[in-house]
């Protein structure tokens, strides 16, 4: 069994007057693209420091290319265009067509044919090139990790079904006038190509005049799953796995963060791929819960699992657990899956126990899984 969780970005933009603070201007919320760097980057950070810093830029690449009339089909996998729109540079850009298929650009052959390895014949349908493999801003001009107001501006939530990961970010006072045209966001105060996701700002940028501050108000909001009571198949060898799993418990790094304040419920976000993983034998009967809560799990500790290596573009993290002949024996009514605070999050009931003995030794091996919604 695979857990998902898909995430997305809305920021909001506002210039403001440095010394009333009342607000010039105001954008609407608005999604940005999360970049193939930045997803790969969750294998080795949590959501909450991959968008530590707000990058500001002066370029115009865009985030995608909508195909408008023209429609594309795809067969024996060569993607084909009613009329040109493709170009060379799409080749590592990903095609996503109105049918919802969504495959990566491996090759250029003409404004109106690629290669994409892996595809799915499909009919004709308008579609959509996004530039997930972009890793920096056309012209970056400034970063920051400043944050203003207080804690009802920054700091995390959990409403039940999802959690709100909040920074609003204030810019310095602007001695000259410019127009910001792209915002991103990043893990590091280093300038480069080390975005997590980016965007243009709408209407063609904002000009930003002497005296007056940026704003910038961020939302990442990741949707675990399960949160209720899923049936999952058998994926045992010799045994009946088949049963019953939910996320039991969301100790899912909450954090408070302003003015260089840190306070927080988990350092290690228990839930998330990055950190390390364990999985512990349940031998008594127990009660599956019907929802999560964001208190912590129950403490298991010495029972960590091996992490394998993460490869580019998968977005999945696997972890494996064996035990030997001497340990878990007796009848097994389920799972528990452990977070790096060593708290359980995942609980997996069996429909049938189980029986380890002491003449075998039993692995158990899970994943964990991560995903980007796009919407043409």
Avoid at 226 to 241: E, H
Avoid at 295 to 317: D, F, I, K, Q, W
Wanted: aromatic share 10%; net charge negative; with cysteine.
């Amino acid at each position: 069994m695979k857990l998902l969780s898909t995430a997305s970005v809305i920021y909001e933009t506002q210039i403001i007057d440095a010394k009333t603070g009342r607000t010039i201007k105001r954008n609407a919320p608005k999604r940005n693209l999360l970049l193939d760097s930045g997803l790969d980057g969750i294998a080795v950070r949590s959501w909450w420091d991959s968008f530590s810093h707000c990058v500001l830029g002066s370029g115009t690449t865009p985030t995608k290319r909508d195909s408008g009339a023209i429609t594309v089909s795809i067969t024996s996998e060569v993607a084909t265009a009613s009329a040109g729109y493709f170009e060379a540079a799409d080749v590592g850009r990903l095609l996503k067509l109105d049918s919802g298929q969504e495959v990566y650009i491996d090759g250029y052959t003409s404004t109106t044919e690629v290669t994409v390895t892996g595809a799915s014949d499909d009919a004709a349908s308008e579609a959509t090139i996004w530039y997930v493999n972009e890793t920096g801003h056309g012209s970056e001009e400034v970063r920051s990790s400043t944050l203003a107001d207080g804690s009802s501006g920054n700091g995390s939530t959990w409403d039940g079904s999802k959690a709100e990961h909040k920074r609003t970010f204030i810019f310095p006072t602007e001695t000259g006038a410019l127009t910001y045209r792209e915002i991103g966001w990043s893990h590091t105060s280093s300038a480069g190509n080390n975005l997590f996701g980016r965007d243009l700002i709408p209407g063609g940028g904002d000009s930003i005049a002497p005296g007056q501050r940026y704003k910038v108000t961020v939302r990442l909001r990741i949707t675990p799953s399960p949160i209720t009571q899923v049936s999952i198949p058998n994926v045992g060898g010799t045994w009946d796995t088949s049963g019953d799993a939910i996320i039991s418990t969301l100790y899912y790094a909450f954090y408070s963060d302003y003015e260089g304040e840190n306070e927080f419920y988990d350092t290690t976000g228990n839930i998330e791929p990055y950190s390390s993983k364990g999985v512990q034998v349940l031998n008594s009967d127990f009660t599956l819960p019907s929802a999560p809560v964001d208190t912590p799990g129950t403490l298991l500790s010495g029972n960590e699992a091996t992490r394998a290596g993460y490869v580019p573009g998968s977005r999945e993290v696997g972890f494996s657990r064996t035990f030997s002949v001497s340990q878990g024996n007796g009848t097994i009514y389920g799972l528990s899956i452990i977070g790096g605070a060593h708290r359980e999050f995942m609980k997996i009931k069996f429909d049938t126990p189980q029986t380890k003995d002491s003449d075998h030794e039993l692995t158990i091996s899970f994943k964990l899984k991560w995903g980007r919604i796009l919407t043409n």
